[in-house]
Each structure stands twice: as C-alpha cells, then as structure tokens.
C-alpha cells in the first residue's frame, strides 16, 4: 500500500518568501508524484508531477519540486510567494505501476497562507 | 476542449434520499475516477471506471454507493438513503485511453444531507 504524509497542514509566509512545503511517500514500487493545487470550491489543478528521469521538475506558476528517493521526499518550492498562491497543496502517488496515473493516494494537504 | 463537467455542483439532500452525481470527461477521455473529500481531510479514491466496465471499486463503501460510465452518457455516481455522514465533496477525474497520462480534475459537486 501507498501512503503520502504532507507535513504541516497549515504553512503561512510573507509575499516574496521562500515557499516550502512538505511531502514524504511511502510506496512498494517506483513512485509516480504529483503536487496539486486546490482553490476554494474549485476541483483540483495540477502542478506538476515527476514519473522517471530528471528529479527536479519545474511546474506552472513557478513551483519546482525534487525526488529524492533516499528521503523518500518530493517537497514542493517556490522562491518567491506571490498572493494568488494562497490556496490548499496535495501531494499524491499514483499506484500506477504501469496502469494509469488516475489512482491516486493523496495527503492530508496543505493550506498555504500568503500575507501581504 | 471542455474540461471535466460535473453537475450538479451543489445538490442538498434529505436523509434517506438517493443522490446522482454526475461527470462528463474531457473529450477522448475514456478512464473515469472518483474521489471523496470529507471536510478536514484529503481526497479519497472510490472508483476507477472505464466505458461499461468498472475497473477498480477498490474505495467504495460496500453498501449505498455504486458508479457507471455507460457508452454513451456521463458517469453517474449513485448514493442510495443517503446519510449525515454522505455530506462531502465528491470529485471526477478523467484521462485519456493512453498509458502514463494524468487525470484531470473537474470542480466537483458538494453534497449536503440534511
């Protein structure tokens, strides 16, 4: 089985700061990671996922994030916050293993707080 | 190209009612999957459907609950006599037939049992 622990539920920076947020998988096989954004009473965007080769994936909106397998770790950055980032974050697993990236395991997400 | 249409997106029932959810994927998207979100906690798989056959039901509640995506039509998540516990936000996803693509998410219906 697959499990995503997100660390921090509640993340609050300045704009400009250096966004952080955490993510630790737990999975049987090579993982397939995906960070999500969630607005308020809107579905779920993607941001940007990482599956095989390069370990640092760069997203929409200026977000990267970094596989690293010896952590078991895909933290998502951003180096400079900016108000529209304020929002909820999912981290998620596929339980692909080949199949389909749509199965996803999520975490518990991340509400990040952007103050002026 | 619409994305993933789901309606109603608000949709208040009383206990001991039926509710019918449904998703319309994006076009030539042929996998359909939802997903659960009580209040507080992420997003829980339930169902991961494809056209006329359920491929994994492996999140669903063994009783109330059950999904179709027929050939033609959206995918109907069904929820018999609802309950207070049924309140939550229950979200579609679809993808296309090819391996190794990611789901796309629509903006999800909230139900509400009152």
């Known amino acids: 089985a697959q499990s995503v622990t997100q660390l921090g539920s509640h993340v609050s920076v300045s704009e400009g700061a250096l966004v952080l947020l955490r993510c630790n998988y737990s999975?049987?096989?090579?993982?397939?990671l995906f960070w999500y954004v969630q607005y308020p009473n809107q579905g779920l965007q993607l941001l940007l996922k990482y599956t095989t080769g390069a370990t640092l994936v760069k997203g929409i909106n200026g977000f990267e994030a970094e596989f690293k397998k010896s952590e078991t770790s895909f933290h998502l950055t951003k180096p400079s916050a900016h108000m529209s980032d304020a929002a909820e974050y999912f981290c998620?697993?596929?339980?692909?293993?080949?199949?389909?990236?749509?199965?996803?395991?999520f975490g518990q997400g991340t509400i990040l707080t952007v103050h002026p | 190209n619409a994305g993933v249409m789901q309606n109603p997106r608000h949709l208040v029932r009383r206990r001991g009612q039926e509710a019918r959810l449904r998703c319309s994927p994006m076009?030539?998207?042929?996998?359909v999957y939802w997903y659960r979100q009580l209040p507080e906690e992420g997003l829980k798989f339930m169902v991961y459907l494809q056209k006329e056959n359920i491929i994994d039901e492996s999140g669903m509640p063994k009783e109330r609950f059950s999904a179709e995506f027929p050939k033609e039509g959206p995918s109907i998540l069904r929820i018999q006599q609802v309950v207070r516990g049924d309140s939550a936000a229950y979200f579609c996803?679809?993808?296309?037939?090819?391996?190794?693509?990611?789901?796309?998410f629509g903006q999800g219906t909230r139900l509400t049992v009152v």
């Open positions: 996803a679809s993808s296309p037939p090819s391996m190794n693509t990611e789901a796309f």
């Open positions: 999975s049987s096989v090579p993982p397939y």
């Open positions: 998620a697993v596929s339980d692909a293993g080949g199949t389909s990236y749509g199965k996803l395991t």
């Open positions: 076009k030539g998207h042929s996998h």
